[in-house]
């Protein structure tokens, strides 16, 4: 059976996810409560559609890399560092939401990122169980 190799371009995103994933693992630990990210507004710039293909090959390595981790990423870790990539790709307009639901007494929160309305970083069906409670941003001082 021939094994395939990924492309560069799906090779590279998957190195610089995993070095964005272990960078924003850290960031966030290192960090004090209410200081990692601030409530936005509104956002400042809409997404455009063409970049929506590359956003998603950006959302894939950021899923490929945090599976194939040493270290398990939560979904703030992942979604942090999805935003990031994408600033740096200079694909704009990417939100970062949060997410609130109760299950079985208990309550849960969950972050993602939507790029337009599509949701990046996870099934559409999981983040409908989360009732949306903030857009989120990374404070000025750590976008980079």
């Known amino acids: 059976m021939a094994r395939v190799f990924p492309s560069w371009p799906s090779l590279r995103r998957f190195l610089l996810a995993h070095r964005e994933l272990l960078r924003t693992r850290r960031l966030v ?6 200081s990692l990210v601030e ?5 400042t710039s809409p997404a455009r559609p063409e ?3 590359e956003a998603h090959a950006w959302a894939v390595a ?4 945090a599976r194939s981790s040493l270290f398990r990423s939560t979904c703030l870790v992942r979604s942090l560092a999805l935003v990031r990539l ?3 790709a200079g694909i704009r307009g990417a939100r970062l939401r949060a997410g609130v639901q109760r299950e ?5 929160a969950h972050t993602w990122v939507e790029l337009g309305p599509q949701v990046l970083t996870d099934p559409a069906w999981y983040v409908a169980r989360f009732e949306p409670w903030a857009d989120l941003r990374l404070f000025e001082d750590l976008s980079r």
């Open 62 to 65: 950021v899923g490929r890399a």
């Open 104 to 108: 079985n007494g208990r309550f849960l």
């Open 86 to 88: 994408l600033e740096r």
């Open 51 to 53: 970049d929506l293909p």
């Open 29 to 34: 630990r290192q960090r004090p409560a209410g």
């Open 39 to 43: 409530i936005l507004e509104a956002t």
